[in-house]
């Protein structure tokens, strides 16, 4: 995508997406262009260690995959998940029987991850939107609170810490992640 001064101007989402990728990612949310905040080393260890652990779980079972920074455009929104699980049957191929670039619906798992200078409003936002619009599961990862928000369709939000489990139902039945497991990531084993 431009860069957001580039960007600022009134444009649709048609026009947004013509945009080449630049880093960080913009996103489009409801009629506004939104730059995303650059991760730092926390956000990239847990988004770079679930997106493993979605995988190692979902692969040998042939369920679908994770992918990181994924863009996702949904009922008029572009939006780039820290980290997006999709079902096979969501992962749409090209002409080559490859996997094709656009992702033209929502994660079947969002999960949002807490930068420094994020707002926890703007991820909450975002798993809102997704979870209300065909995405089964989100999960908003707080590092500096060590607490994990989960999202379900007209469900209320429940909150994980230390001690609690993270579990993939109904996405993946049968995946459970401890909490304590996710900010264990934070502390170097080297």
Wanted: charge should be negative; include cysteine; charged fraction near 25%.
């Amino acid at each position: 995508m431009a860069s957001l001064s580039q960007a600022r101007g009134v444009m649709t989402l048609e026009e947004f997406l013509k945009l080449p990728e630049e880093s960080p990612s913009l996103e489009y949310i409801d009629g506004r262009i939104e730059a995303k905040v650059s991760p730092q080393k926390k956000h990239g260890v847990i988004e770079i260690k679930l997106s493993a652990h979605f995988n190692q779980f979902a692969e040998p079972r042939r369920l679908g995959m994770a992918f990181p920074e994924l863009r996702c455009t949904f009922l008029g929104r572009s939006i780039v998940p820290d980290v997006a699980f999709l079902l096979k049957e969501h992962i749409t191929l090209d002409e080559q029987g490859e996997m094709a670039d656009v992702t033209a619906s929502p994660p079947d798992i969002h999960v949002e991850i807490i930068s420094p200078e994020q707002t926890v409003r703007t991820s909450h936002e975002k798993l809102v939107h997704s979870t209300s619009h065909g995405c089964s599961l989100g999960w908003l990862i707080h590092p500096y609170r060590k607490t994990v928000d989960v999202y379900r369709p007209v469900q209320p939000i429940e909150r994980r810490a230390s001690g609690d489990v993270l579990e993939g139902d109904p996405i993946l039945p049968g995946f459970v992640l401890p909490v304590a497991e996710v900010f264990g990531w934070l502390k170097p084993n080297f």
